[in-house]
């Protein structure tokens, strides 16, 4: 019996969201000008979780009591932007009555992504020493969302102590399994070789368990980003209770948009509701 699976010839092309999103450009500088917005009417507390000049985080706090954590991880191939960009998606939670920390990380090349992958762990931990009471939920989107992922890993991921808050895992367009990403053009700035991909994919780890886990694409992704998110739930789901999410009529950009609205589905997933 033949079987027809899609064969990639091109690689770069088969996680090119740039180019599978003409209007790339207009959505990078919306999320800037609307972070900039939101930052000039909530400003929030600068909080160093390492001596690095990136290991930063943006912390907002709502009125009173806050109902738990959730922190936000950005994306941008590891190498691409920080959390000034993406300021705005602290509003669904905020609204909801959530403390919402958003960290910057050293960029690849000058950090690998196991370094990375530390230094996110070192910046949990800090958001959640500063915000000690409640739940705790971990999100991120693209390189981001594979960043969340490996917070939930034993071994690499959180410390006991934070891990003991954890509820849930969202990774919004992340990966499972980065040895693909070894023959992109942009892995001449990742550098991603066979022991950085065994080591760093979700693939290959166990989740420390304690916790749900959800793994979010949009519909309209490209079909790798598809695969990888399916993946992520059906590896992870072997361990913990996990769920697998196509947001329909959502690209690899705007898949991230529900964080702005207090009612969004996508709110409710990083806020427990």
């Given at each position: 019996m033949?079987?027809?699976?899609?064969?990639?010839?091109?690689?770069?092309?088969?996680?090119?969201?740039?180019?599978?999103?003409?209007?790339?450009?207009e959505?990078?500088?919306?999320?800037?000008?609307?972070?900039?917005?939101?930052?000039?009417?909530?400003?929030?507390?600068?909080?160093?979780?390492?001596?690095?000049?990136?290991?930063?985080?943006?912390?907002?706090?709502?009125?009173?009591?806050?109902?738990?954590?959730?922190?936000?991880?950005?994306?941008?191939?590891?190498?691409?932007?920080?959390?000034?960009?993406?300021?705005?998606?602290?509003?669904?939670?905020?609204?909801n009555?959530?403390?919402v920390?958003?960290?910057?990380?050293?960029?690849?090349?000058?950090?690998?992504?196991?370094?990375?992958?530390?230094?996110?762990?070192?910046?949990v931990?800090?958001?959640?020493?500063?915000?000690?009471?409640?739940?705790?939920?971990?999100?991120?989107?693209?390189a981001g969302?594979?960043?969340?992922t490996?917070?939930g890993?034993?071994?690499?991921?959180?410390?006991?102590?934070?891990?003991?808050?954890l509820?849930?895992?969202?990774?919004?367009?992340?990966?499972?399994?980065?040895?693909?990403?070894?023959?992109?053009?942009?892995?001449?700035?990742?550098?991603?070789?066979?022991?950085e991909?065994?080591?760093s994919?979700?693939?290959?780890?166990?989740?420390?368990g304690g916790?749900?886990?959800?793994?979010?694409?949009?519909?309209?992704?490209?079909s790798?980003?598809?695969?990888?998110?399916?993946?992520?739930?059906?590896?992870?789901?072997?361990?913990?209770?996990?769920?697998?999410?196509?947001?329909?009529?959502?690209?690899?950009?705007?898949?991230?948009?529900?964080?702005?609205?207090?009612?969004?589905?996508?709110?409710?997933l990083?806020?427990l509701?």
């Open positions: 033949k079987t027809n699976w899609e064969q990639i010839v091109d690689w770069t092309a088969a996680y090119d969201n740039r180019a599978a999103v003409p209007k790339y450009e959505i990078f500088y919306a999320w800037g000008r609307d972070a900039a917005a939101f930052r000039a009417n909530h400003a929030p507390e600068d909080i160093a979780y390492g001596e690095a000049e990136r290991e930063r985080v943006d912390l907002y706090r709502p009125s009173g009591t806050a109902k738990g954590l959730c922190v936000f991880i950005h994306g941008g191939w590891w190498s691409y932007f920080g959390r000034e960009y993406f300021s705005h998606l602290a509003a669904g939670p905020l609204a009555g959530w403390a920390a958003l960290p910057s990380y050293t960029l690849c090349p000058d950090l690998n992504i196991g370094g990375i992958v530390r230094q996110m762990v070192d910046a931990g800090t958001a959640s020493t500063a915000v000690p009471d409640g739940p705790l939920v971990v999100c991120g989107h693209s969302g594979h960043l969340a490996m917070m890993a034993s071994g690499v991921g959180i410390t006991d102590a934070a891990a003991s808050r509820e849930r895992i969202v990774s919004i367009s992340g990966v499972a399994d980065l040895r693909p990403l070894m023959r992109v053009e942009m892995n001449s700035v990742l550098k991603i070789d066979e022991q991909a065994r080591v994919s979700p693939l290959f780890l166990t989740p420390k916790f749900d886990y959800i793994a979010l694409a949009g519909a309209e992704e490209l790798e980003f598809r695969r990888q998110n399916a993946m992520l739930a059906d590896c992870w789901g072997a361990h913990v209770s996990a769920q697998r999410i196509e947001a329909e009529g959502c690209n690899h950009f705007d898949v991230i948009d529900g964080l702005i609205d207090p009612e969004s589905a996508l709110t409710g990083v806020t509701s």
